[in-house]
């Protein structure tokens, strides 16, 4: 494949481990509203909140019931840590131009990566930042557009089968880890690998196979 120009990375399971957190902060809210969390956990995956919300509970106002999950996400924020191998990912891409592309809010991401002792980006598009969610292309787009790269020099890595569409939909070459999903689910993916420390020697093979080719 071709060196990639940037990567564009997702943030939830893939550079955070937020996977506990917000199965219990949902299913909470869910049980809350006589809801079944199991049917809300399966619409949840990389999407954003407002478009989870707008799925189960059309009926009830939006911004009263995302300030509750962002209250009950506040009780746990210190048990979320980075995915094993985010933080050396994150150090080879230094000379790289990168982004994240995610479905979390500003607030939530930039706490966790404080946190975490993960960098922000220069670039970082977040769930206020656009108007359709995954799996709509529109965040990858907007990512490659800002940092100057066209979406088919990009590779994107992604956990989540929304995503994996999305980076595919914006012409992106998807590398999948399958920390929250199996291969076969992230089957349309260009790569899957079972660790970032894969993804980190993928994405390195192909820079050192294109320098000798040159």
């Given at each position: 494949m071709r060196a990639p120009a940037a990567v564009l990375f997702d943030v939830?399971?893939?550079?955070?481990?937020?996977?506990?957190?917000?199965?219990?902060v949902w299913s909470c809210w869910a049980v809350g509203h006589g809801l079944?969390?199991?049917r809300v956990l399966a619409r949840t995956a990389g999407r954003r909140t407002a478009d989870v919300l707008a799925e189960v509970t059309p009926h009830l106002d939006p911004t009263v019931e995302r300030q509750a999950l962002?209250?009950?996400t506040r009780q746990r924020m210190v048990e979320v840590r980075p995915v094993p191998g985010?933080?050396?990912?994150?150090?080879?891409?230094?000379?790289?131009?990168?982004?994240i592309v995610t479905s979390g809010s500003r607030w939530f991401v930039g706490e966790c990566f404080r946190a975490a002792g993960l960098p922000?980006?220069?670039?970082?598009?977040y769930d206020e930042d656009v108007q359709d969610g995954k799996p709509s292309p529109e965040g990858y787009l907007h990512a490659a557009r800002r940092l100057g790269v066209a979406p088919e020099h990009c590779v994107v890595v992604e956990d989540a089968p929304d995503g994996?569409?999305?980076a595919k939909d914006a012409g992106c070459t998807v590398f999948a880890v399958t920390t929250?999903?199996?291969?076969a689910q992230l089957a349309v993916a260009d790569a899957c690998a079972p660790t970032l420390a894969v993804v980190r020697e993928l994405l390195w093979t192909a820079r050192d196979e294109e320098a000798m080719d040159d």
């Open positions: 939830d399971g893939v550079l955070l481990d937020t996977g506990d957190l917000f199965r219990q079944d969390p199991q962002d209250a009950l985010a933080a050396p990912l994150l150090r080879a891409c230094r000379h790289l131009p990168w982004a922000l980006p220069a670039v970082a598009v994996v569409r999305a929250t999903h199996t291969p």
